[in-house]
């Protein structure tokens, strides 16, 4: 039995720092994966520490040794270790619901800092970011985060203007969400500040919106919206933007209230019955012939004045002109009542000649007409007829779809095809007829709610000057509104004549609105005069160059850059000179491009030259003189300069290919050297296999066969550092090899002692027979240390004998002794005892008395050891602490 198999022990528990580490961090014993807790927080190496933290990887311990341990190092990969596993980038992290769990109680703000930045979950990341409150990696968060949902989040945080200004102006192009959603919290906050820009431009936008939904005739829900929204602004609005909001809105809840819309149509139709009424009465006035028909048409006018006097409430345009018409005819008919009834009749009479002279004029003239266009009217009035009809189920469709812009469209195809038709079908009339009355309806509505965002649009123009707004910006909100005025008018298809007052308004305030930016203007027309003349002196100097006969290539190409520039950049110059300029700059801009293609092609001529004089080498004998020559054709290739692109590159790989012919030429002697010293590689890599084989064989070699590797690695003079490391590595091994068998050939004595003491032990302790002992000891080496002593301890025993404990002082001086020669120091309570002893050791050699050599002295203790007789269990303790001591002394045995 081997000393070492008897005092063995797990790897992990070895006293050598390296093989423990290497244990805890492979080895699969399951003593060591239940001692790895321990190992974490008990090792005196901070490597092995490490290494059981690492496999055991517990987040728990992994916090507490991150801040507990007392090496920084340890610490620092604890806490590396519990980042990775808390943010799931650890292949042994727990759940996701763990780690959220586990991050809800920490309080280190730069764990959850990191956590927030570098999770691969955007659950945890969005976890670890509501308990960050660092404002700038908040705002990072919302630009960077890969999740849609954690930027939102983070935007949630983020609360100051200066903030969301940044994030709308990052995100303008790469997140439209988060920019937009950041620019209404920025509104919100500037609203919510009192800022009278953003509130006015805010009032005017719900307003405009407002007034498109009632245009377009349908969008509930954005009304809706709309009204939200203007409920947190309202009392901060400017009146003018209050009163045009609350008008639209006004408008848009008539358009959807149905008995609004029925009072509407009805006030249409009264409107109507009263002028068809007055043009009858008109029409009756002209062919009366007595004071009797006067008085007829007096009474229907009576009977007319009741349903005008309700109409004529609403104070509006369409029915102020309805009542100056009335008051005009009463009038007439009051004064025809008064007229005496001779001339009453004689100009009654005149009046009825006049009438039928007119008539009959009419009467011919249409005679003709139709006669002229009876032919061609025939050919095309199936063709307009189906026109006709579909143009008329249109406008009903768009009519009853309340969608009025549609409507005009189309009511203007209907009107188009009438004109054309000149006679409707009567198979159409009833329906057109419909089609005319439902129009005039919505015709009334939409002039009523136009002349309303007609009168917003005069007050926004008186105020615009006021706005500060840039003068680009004023003149396109001019423009805009110039625009929807034009299309109002355009959609309603009215004639001019119907607003000339307002009209006028509005372009005075047009005129008045444009006066603060004409001093803009002014300043821009200047600095495009400047421009206009920069450009021109640019396009002078291009000129001059290009004619001059010898110009850098560089320079060159600086003007043709600012040439270019120049003519993407004619913004800068006045609109008149800009195609003059233009074509001026092209000009000069193919000028410098044939100058360029002149120079390339002197450039492609000397590389031409190149060529042919780099494949005359090939015909050099001499190999160092071509390849001199070849080295200078290259030095002057790089001088030659550039020419086209794809031109160099071609010449380039017909002058590359040629050089190469003349290099070629030398790469069979460098082949030659380096299949030489691939060889001679080949050859110590050899050496150093055959070295490794000896030194794995776990064997002593013949001293002769290592003698001759040696000698051949000395004769091929190896520089290869890897190979140098390597055979010395395998050098190394085989003497570690010797100095292993040479150890165990110094502690066989030892080995074979143990081995028959451990029997010796065992017969003591009545756990084997005399015959099993006898038999175990003739199996054993023969006993050569402290046999006469082990003998005379073990007779006694075999022969049954009654043997008497050994001498527990004895035993004790023994193990101090040898704790003593192996560097051990003895418990607290045999201190004093070891000084004694130490004591008189230095007695002795002050007497004269040499100390034994340490071997002699191991020799002596284990001899003394054997001779004390049987150890009774109460003193199993000191057996232990020599036994320990024992392979100590060995360790250092020399």
Known sequence: MSLARFFSKPRWQSKDESVRRDAVATDKHPELIDSLPRLVREDTDPGVRIAALKRLADPGLAQAMATDDRDEGVRKTARNLWIELLAGTHAAAPSLVDRIRLLRAQDDQRLIEQIATTAPEADLRLAALQRVDKAALILDRVTADPDAAVRLAALERVGEEAQLARIVERTRKTDKTISRLANERLETLRVERGDPATIEARARQLCEQMERVLREGDGSDEATRIAATWQRIADKATPQLVTRYENARELYDLSRDPDQIAKLRQRALDRQHIESELAAIEQGLGSAS???????????????????????????????????????????????????????????????????????????????????????????????????????????????????????????????????????????????????????????????????????????????????????????????????????????????????????????????????????????????????????????????????????????????????????????????????????????????????????????????????RAVALSEVSDLRTAMSQARDLQKVWQKSGNGRRSRDQAQWKQFRAALDAVFARADSERDARAAEEKQVLESAAALCAELEALAAAGSIPERSDVQRIENDWRALGIRDAALRQRFESARDSLARIGARHARQQRRAEFDIWLAHYSLCRNLERGEIESSVFESSRSALAPLTLAAVELDSRIEPVVAGDEVSDSDVDALRDCVLEIEQLAGIEPPSEDRQRRMDLQVEKLSARMRGVQAPAPGNALRDLIATWSSLGPISDEDSVLESRFKHALLASLETLD
């Open 290 to 612: 007595a004071r009797t028909d006067c008085e007829a048409l007096q009474q229907r006018f009576g009977t007319l004045a009741e349903l005008h006097s309700a109409y004529a409430n609403d104070n509006d345009e369409a029915s102020a002109a309805v009542s100056v018409r009335f008051t005009r005819l009463g009038a007439r008919l009051a004064a025809l009542q008064s007229m005496p009834e001779t001339i009453e009749s004689e100009a009654m009479a005149i009046a009825q000649a006049e009438a039928r002279l007119d008539q009959e004029a009419a009467n011919a003239a249409r005679s003709e007409h139709l006669a002229a266009t009876r032919a061609e009217q025939a050919s095309r009035q199936k063709e307009a007829t189906e026109a006709l009809h579909a143009a008329i189920v249109a406008t009903s469709e768009a009519i009853q779809a309340g969608k009025s812009a549609e409507a005009h469209q189309c009511h203007a195809k209907v009107s188009r095809l009438r004109r054309q038709m000149k006679v409707v079908p009567a198979a159409l009339r009833d329906s057109l007829a419909d089609i005319e009355s439902e129009y005039a309806k919505i015709a009334e509505w939409q002039r009523w709610s136009d002349n309303e965002r007609r009168q917003q649009l005069c007050e926004e123009l008186e105020v615009l000057p006021e706005t500060g707004l840039h003068p680009d910006a004023l003149a396109t909100r001019v423009r805009e509104i110039q625009a929807e005025w034009a299309h109002m008018d355009q959609i309603e298809a009215r004639p001019a004549r119907a607003a000339d007052g307002i009209a006028r308004r509005f372009r005075a305030l047009c005129q008045k609105a444009i006066e603060p930016a004409k001093p803009y203007f002014e300043k821009r027309d200047e600095l495009r005069k400047q421009g206009t003349g920069e450009t021109a002196a640019l396009i002078a100097e291009v000129r001059a160059a290009v004619a001059a006969e010898e110009i850098d290539s560089r320079a060159l190409a600086d003007l043709r850059k600012q040439a270019a520039d120049a003519l993407r950049s004619l913004d800068r110059v006045g609109p008149r000179e800009r195609k003059n300029l233009a074509a001026e700059l092209k000009a000069v801009l193919t000028a410098i491009d044939g100058r360029v293609d002149a120079q390339h092609a002197l450039v492609e001529t000397a590389k031409t030259d190149l060529i042919a």
